[in-house]
C-alpha cells in the first residue's frame, strides 16, 4: 500500500528523508530487541539457578528444624523461636537497563544476641538460625531477578511489537510510495522530453 500524494520533487523529498529515519529506527530498535533477548535469557538462567539453590537450603533447613525439634522437644523448640529477634528490612532502587527500570533489593539483617542460654539447647537450634538467614538471603536475591525477569520481558514484547510493526507496516509503506514517486516523475520526464522532441521537429520543418 503506498501513500495517495502527488508525484512531486518535494513529496519524493520528504518520503526519502522520512525512510531513511524509520529505517534508522528500526535498525536500533532491531538491535535493543537483541540485547534484550540476551539479558533475558542470561537472568533466566540465574533465576533458574536462585530457585534451585532455594528449595535445596529449605528443604535442608527443615531436615535440620525436625532434627532439633526431636533433639530439645517440640515445646522448648517453640519458646525458643519466640526468643529469637531477629529483624530485616529491605531497599529498593532502581537502575536502567536498555528503557527498563531493573530494581536492585538492599537486604538488611539485624539481629539482638544472645536469643537464648546456650545450656540444654543443641548446636541443630542455632544452625537453624543460621541457614534460614541464608534463605531469607535468597529470597530476596531470587525477587529481585524474578521481578528484572518480569520486565524485561514486558520490554522484549512491546519492542518486538515495534520492529515488526516497522517491518511489516512502515517500511513497505514508505518504499512503495518512494518507488511509486520516482517513476511517476520518470515517466512525467520521458513525456516531456517526448513532446519536446516533438515541438523541435514540427518547429524545424
Known amino acids: 500500500m503506498r501513500a495517495n500524494i502527488a508525484a512531486t520533487k518535494t513529496n519524493l523529498l520528504r518520503i526519502k528523508k522520512t525512510l531513511a529515519l524509520t529505517e534508522e529506527g528500526y535498525n536500533l530498535l532491531d538491535e535493543k530487541r537483541r540485547l534484550l533477548i540476551t539479558e533475558l535469557t542470561s537472568i533466566i538462567h540465574v533465576v533458574d539457578r536462585f530457585q534451585r539453590e532455594l528449595d535445596e537450603a529449605i528443604a535442608k533447613?527443615?531436615?535440620?528444624?525436625?532434627?532439633?525439634?526431636?533433639?530439645?522437644?517440640?515445646?522448648?523448640?517453640?519458646?525458643?523461636?519466640?526468643?529469637?529477634?531477629?529483624?530485616?528490612?529491605?531497599?529498593?532502587?532502581?537502575?536502567?537497563?536498555?528503557?527498563?527500570?531493573?530494581?536492585?533489593i538492599d537486604l538488611k539483617v539485624t539481629e539482638n544476641e544472645p536469643f537464648y542460654s546456650p545450656v540444654g539447647v543443641s548446636f541443630?537450634?542455632?544452625?537453624?538460625?543460621?541457614?534460614?538467614?541464608?534463605?531469607?538471603?535468597?529470597?530476596?536475591?531470587?525477587?529481585?531477578?524474578?521481578?528484572?525477569?518480569?520486565?524485561?520481558?514486558?520490554?522484549v514484547q512491546k519492542t518486538i511489537r515495534k520492529v515488526n510493526a516497522l517491518e511489516k507496516i512502515h517500511l513497505p509503506y514508505f518504499r512503495e510510495t518512494l518507488k511509486y514517486i520516482n517513476n511517476s516523475l520518470e515517466e512525467e520526464a520521458r513525456e516531456s522530453f517526448s513532446m519536446l522532441k516533438l515541438i523541435k521537429e514540427r518547429l524545424g520543418r
Open 61 to 104: 533447613a527443615y531436615v535440620l528444624v525436625d532434627r532439633a525439634t526431636i533433639v530439645v522437644g517440640r515445646q522448648k523448640m517453640e519458646a525458643l523461636t519466640a526468643a529469637i529477634d531477629i529483624k530485616s528490612s529491605i531497599t529498593i532502587s532502581n537502575r536502567r537497563v536498555m528503557g527498563v527500570n531493573i530494581p536492585a
Open 124 to 155: 541443630y537450634v542455632d544452625e537453624v538460625i543460621v541457614r534460614f538467614k541464608d534463605i531469607i538471603k535468597l529470597i530476596s536475591q531470587l525477587a529481585e531477578k524474578k521481578i528484572a525477569l518480569l520486565r524485561i520481558a514486558k520490554e
